[in-house]
């Protein structure tokens, strides 16, 4: 992290979401998802290790704003391109680049 805060650069890691955290009002009665999973540990251990330094990029909530089965394909834990396109969005975003329009040539 050292050699990309000297060349300006920002360093983003990307924790990919389960569908099923997603996704989690769908799950069979009785399941839950845990508060306890591994990203939010380690989320806890890089503001402990490394705050503000490195991104850890969760984008969890991009993925549900999609809406129900937009970013998944119903029969598949992998994304769709739609689902890839909201994640490269949050990449870009918390990297700080700015977007620009298909209009501004």
């Not at 306890?36 to 989320?43: E, S």
């Not at 909530?61 to 089965?69: I, K, N, S, V």
């Not at 937009?70 to 680049?97: F, M, P, Q």
Request: charged share 25%.
């Amino acid at each position: 992290d050292e050699a990309a805060e000297r060349a300006g650069s920002r360093i983003v890691h990307v924790v990919a979401p389960d569908k099923e955290y997603v996704f989690a009002e769908h799950l069979p009665d009785g399941l839950a998802v845990s508060n306890h999973r591994p990203v939010v540990q380690l989320q806890a251990l890089m503001e402990r290790l490394r705050p503000g330094r490195i991104t850890l990029l969760y984008p969890l909530e991009a993925m549900r704003a999609a809406g129900p089965f937009e970013s998944y394909s119903k029969g598949d834990t992998h994304w769709n391109y739609w689902g890839a396109w909201l994640a490269a969005k949050a990449v870009i975003e918390a990297a700080g680049v700015l977007l620009g329009s298909a209009d501004d040539g």
